[in-house]
Nanobody, 117 residues
Framework: VQLQACGGGLVQAGGSLRLSCAAS????????MGWFRQAPGKEREYVGG????????YYADSVKGRFTVSKDNNKNTVYLQMNSLKPEDTAVYYC???????????WGQGTLVTVSS
């Protein structure tokens, strides 16, 4: 599975951004798509995700109510809509494909989100 992420940028606190991640290749092997982020000097953390077939969504407590994960089945693309952004949301965001029996085995290239105060 190959992943292409885009949509990062600079936004003021309280603003919104939408990230997208397009999947190609052996997408039939995917169980879910997850979003992760890594801030400078911090470990990578799980942000949220969506099951590939059923569309069930999952969120970290830190973003629940502000971020929404959705999927366009026709385009094999997953979106991360980020609202009410805070400076602490500043990070490089990655999408990752959860592959059957392999875990998060394919990763997008990362896109930088910077939230200014």
């Amino acid at each position: 599975v190959q992943l292409q992420a885009c949509g990062g940028g600079l936004v003021q606190a309280g603003g919104s951004l939408r990230l997208s991640c397009a999947a190609s290749g052996r997408t039939f092997s995917m169980e879910a798509m997850g979003w992760f982020r890594q801030a400078p000097g911090k470990e990578r953390e799980y942000v949220g995700g969506i099951s590939w077939s059923g569309g069930k969504t999952y969120y970290a407590d830190s973003v629940k109510g502000r971020f929404t994960v959705s999927k366009d089945n026709n385009k094999n693309t997953v979106y991360l809509q980020m609202n009410s952004l805070k400076p602490e949301d500043t990070a490089v965001y990655y999408c990752a494909a959860l592959i059957q029996s392999k875990g998060y085995d394919s990763w997008g290239q990362g896109t930088l989100v910077t939230v200014s105060s």
